[in-house]
């Protein structure tokens, strides 16, 4: 069966570094993968979506790769301040009707 | 406000009283789907919708129904709960841009 593996489940920085998180997949070719960030007690918010054709995708200070032959996905959070606390979900979708998560990686940034 | 709206968003209840947690969505997707997170399990689908009057399970659909008979509108009903479905509950809704909306979650403790 498919599995997403988020390498780190607390990544602590200082503000104004770049949060690198790494998200693995194995037995499965997805089109695409898609970053969420969840506060504690909130729904996931879409951050990110980046298909299989596409090396890097930004978002303001967010920027995600996608290395298909490696099955990973790297995420970086640039110039990091402490409202970028939170976890990141990785996600990836299946058959278009199944959108199957990683544990998360809880983020803290501080001041 | 482009949103999903669940309600309620805190519910204790009785082992064995059955309640409907309700969903409904304002951006027009035909898609939706309902999640419960654990921890240590994370994100868990329950059940999903394709259209109106399509219903189909997810990774742990026992003891849960769903409907869809409105495109907004896809409530999920526990017809007897037990202290096994206590859990954070999530509906989302998935538009063409792929990203899920999810809404803010409902918080549910049977005893």
């Known amino acids: 069966s498919q599995k997403i593996e988020q390498n780190s489940e607390a990544l602590n920085i200082q503000e104004g570094k770049t949060a690198t998180l790494t998200c693995n997949y194995t037995?499965?070719?997805?089109?695409?993968l898609q970053w969420y960030r969840q506060d504690p007690g909130r729904g996931p918010v879409f951050l990110l979506l980046?298909?299989?054709?596409?090396k890097e995708k930004r978002k303001e200070r967010l920027k995600v790769t996608f290395d298909t032959t490696l099955k990973q996905s790297l995420f970086h959070i640039t110039a990091s301040q402490p409202a970028d606390s939170a976890t990141y979900l990785c996600?990836?979708?299946?058959?278009?009707?199944?959108?199957?998560f990683g544990a998360g990686t809880t983020v803290t940034v501080r001041a | 406000e482009a949103q999903v709206t669940q309600n309620p968003r805190y519910l204790i209840t009785v082992t064995g009283k059955k309640l409907t947690v309700t969903c409904s969505q304002n951006?027009?997707?035909?898609?939706m789907s309902w999640y419960r997170q654990d921890p240590g399990l994370g994100l868990r689908q329950i059940y999903y919708?394709?259209?109106?009057?399509?219903?189909d399970k997810g990774d742990v659909p026992e003891g849960y129904k769903v409907s869809r008979k409105e495109k907004r509108n896809f409530p999920l009903i526990l017809e007897s709960p037990s202290p096994n479905q206590t859990s954070l509950y999530f509906c989302?809704?998935?538009?063409?841009?792929?990203?899920?909306?999810f809404g803010s979650g409902t918080r549910l403790t049977v005893v």
């Open positions: 989302a809704s998935k538009g063409a841009n792929y990203g899920y909306t």
């Open positions: 037995n499965y070719s997805p089109a695409y």
């Open positions: 980046i298909r299989e054709n596409e």
């Open positions: 996600a990836l979708d299946l058959n278009d009707y199944k959108l199957s």
């Open positions: 951006m027009n997707h035909e898609y």
């Open positions: 919708s394709m259209n109106v009057e399509v219903t």
